[in-house]
C-alpha cells in the first residue's frame, strides 16, 4: 500500500507522516510520498524531513520518496494537507477567525491536484480532506474524480472532541461515548445529542445525564447559544487573559467546548495540528481496517441523506474503497431543522467561492 500526502512539509502534514510511521501503517516494501511544491527552500526542507524519518523510523521505515509536481502524486491514500490555516488576532471589533477565510487561496493550491488526479489517477485511489473549508475542498475532488472517494475528516475529528468532551462531562472515558456531529465543520455544525450512548449507562440515565450537561434543551437554541458564548470567551482571549479564558471554558457544556477548544488554542499561540493529525491517521487505520466501519464525514451526496446534495458532514459507512453508503440515522426534529440549515449555507458558500 501507498499513501501520499500533499503539503507534507506543513505543521500537520508532518504530524501526519510522523504519526503514520509510528503506528506502522506501512511495511518496509510500502511507500510514503511526501509531497511539495517545487522551488525555494520548501521543496528543499522536504529532503530533509526525509532523512529525519529515516533516521527516526529506521527499523521500520518504509520506502519514502519525493513529489513536486501534481502529476506525480501516485498512491492508494492520498491526503489533502495543503494550504494555509486560520490565524487568530486580538482585534475585539473583528469577528471570530473563520475557516470560511482560507477558501480562495485554499481552493488555487487543491485545484491542480484534483485535475491531475482526474486524467492520471487509476480510479481506485482515496483522497482523505484535512485542508479547509473542507466542504469545498471535497466539492472540488467530487467534481472530478469518484465522490465515493472523497472523504472529508472535518466531521470525524468533531465527533472524537464530542465524545471527548461529553465524557469528561460525564466522568467516564472517552471510550464509553458514542457520538456523532454532522453538518458543516464551523459554524454549521450539528452535534447528534440524540445519538449518543453510555456504557454502563441505562437509557434513562443517558437521558438524564445528558440533560444535565449539554448547553440548551433545544437543538434549534444552539447556533444561538454557542455565538453567544463563544464571543464571550474570545474576547477574555484577545484581551491577553488566556488562564482566565481556559478557566471558564472548562465550566461550558461539552456542544460548546468542541468549537471554542480549537480557536482558544490558536489564541493562546499554539495550533490544533497535533489533535488533526491524530484524528485523520485515526480515520484511516478505520478504513484500513478491513472492516464495514460506521463514522461521521464530510461526504459530497446525491440525495442520500435527507434529500442533501453537495458535501457536507454525514453518516456514511467506509471501507478501504471510501465511503460505501449513507447510514440510516434517526435525527431529532431540531437536529434535522439545524442539518438542512447546515446544507443551504454550505451550498451559498459554494456559490461564492467556486468560479
Not at 465524545?163 to 450539528?190: K, Q, Y
Not at 441505562?202 to 453567544?228: G, H, M, Q, W, Y
Request: hydrophobic share 40%; aromatic share 6%.
Amino acid at each position: 500500500m501507498d499513501i501520499s500526502i500533499i503539503g507534507a512539509n506543513g505543521s500537520t502534514g508532518k504530524h501526519i507522516a510522523s504519526r503514520i510511521l509510528l503506528e506502522r501503517l506501512l511495511l518496509p516494501t510500502d511507500r510514503l510520498q511526501l509531497v511539495g511544491r517545487k522551488g525555494g527552500s520548501s521543496a528543499n526542507a522536504l529532503y530533509g524531513f526525509r532523512q529525519d524519518l529515516k533516521d527516526a523510523f529506521a527499523e521500520h521505515c518504509p520506502i519514502i520518496d519525493i513529489a513536486l509536481h501534481p502529476e506525480e502524486v501516485v498512491a492508494d491514500i492520498i491526503v489533502m494537507a495543503a494550504g494555509s490555516t486560520i490565524q487568530a488576532h486580538n482585534d475585539p471589533h473583528k469577528a471570530p477567525p473563520s475557516r470560511d477565510e482560507l477558501a480562495v487561496y485554499n481552493q488555487q493550491i487543491t485545484i491542480p491536484y484534483a485535475e491531475a488526479l482526474a486524467q492520471y489517477g487509476h480510479g481506485h485511489e482515496v483522497v482523505i480532506v484535512v485542508t479547509n473549508p473542507v466542504e469545498l475542498i471535497v466539492e472540488i475532488f467530487s467534481q472530478r474524480y469518484d465522490r465515493h472517494r472523497i472523504i472529508g475528516m472535518g466531521a470525524y475529528q468533531d465527533s472524537l472532541r464530542f465524545r471527548r468532551e461529553v465524557a469528561r462531562s460525564l466522568n467516564v472515558s472517552r471510550e464509553a461515548v458514542r457520538a456523532m456531529v454532522l453538518g458543516e465543520h464551523g459554524d454549521g455544525i450539528v452535534p447528534l445529542w440524540s445519538s449518543i450512548t453510555v456504557q454502563g449507562f441505562s437509557d434513562n440515565e443517558t437521558i438524564c445525564a445528558i440533560r444535565k450537561v449539554r448547553s440548551s434543551t433545544s437543538s434549534r437554541d444552539f447556533p444561538e447559544t454557542l455565538i453567544r458564548m463563544r464571543n464571550d470567551i474570545i474576547k477574555i482571549a484577545q484581551s491577553g487573559d488566556i488562564a482566565e479564558a481556559f478557566r471558564i471554558f472548562d465550566t461550558l457544556p461539552p456542544d460548546i467546548r468542541i468549537m471554542i477548544g480549537p480557536f482558544l488554542t490558536l489564541f493562546a499561540g499554539a495550533k490544533t495540528d497535533i489533535a488533526t493529525a491524530n484524528a485523520s491517521v485515526d480515520l484511516i487505520k478505520s478504513m484500513l481496517s478491513g472492516k464495514d466501519t460506521v463514522i461521521a464525514a464530510q461526504v459530497s451526496l446525491a440525495n442520500e441523506f435527507l434529500q442533501v446534495n453537495g458535501p457536507i458532514g454525514a453518516p456514511v459507512v467506509i471501507s478501504p474503497k471510501g465511503w460505501d453508503a449513507v447510514y440510516p440515522t434517526t435525527l431529532s426534529e431540531g437536529e434535522q431543522q439545524l442539518f438542512l440549515q447546515s446544507a443551504q449555507s454550505i451550498q451559498e458558500k459554494l456559490k461564492r467561492w467556486i468560479v
